[in-house]
């Protein structure tokens, strides 16, 4: 496939042809030649940086895409260790986080991304409920607390504010203050 447009095509055809051996002031068959074949070189080259750009920006989507996943989940974390830590949980609360985007492909056609986002999306949300609901078991009587804590109301409400509810447990760390 070449870049040239068709009317340049056609004149160096021309000059191929029935113009090849004629010479104008500064033109002739050799040097639209020339040219013609330094475009396509460029073009190559534009090609070949756009598709390496395009892999690129892949890679930085899915970076940022795994940082937002772990940023989550972090606070999801951060929010159970600061219960008892009003400073701490007010912290949390201004940091609003956005949803994970549907994962991206990049040889994808648009049709193919319409069918697949509603899998994605669902694939994410899963994910991020996951962050937010994970919840830090303590080091000390592992058992007693899993225990404890799956037997514990949980609060009604959107994903993010729910907590589960339940006496302070004995033996508990102490978080600095």
Known sequence: MTSLPAPVQAVLELFQGPL?????ADVDAAGLAN????VE???SAVA??????TELRQTLA???DALLLLAQRAVAYARVYAEHDEALTEQLSRITLPRAGKPRKATATKASE???STSAAETATSA???AENAVAAPTEEPSAAADEEASAPVLSGSRKTKR?????RDGAQSRPS
Do not use: H, T, Y
């Not at 090849?20 to 104008?24: K, L, N, P």
């Not at 589960?164 to 302070?168: E, H, M, S």
């Open 128 to 130: 991020a409920e996951n």
């Open 114 to 116: 319409a069918d697949a």
């Open 35 to 38: 040219l013609a074949a330094e």
């Open 62 to 64: 899915e970076r940022q």
């Open 164 to 168: 589960r509810l339940g006496p302070p």
């Open 41 to 43: 070189g460029a073009a």
């Open 48 to 53: 070949l940086q756009e598709a390496r750009l």
């Open 20 to 24: 090849s051996d004629v010479r104008f």
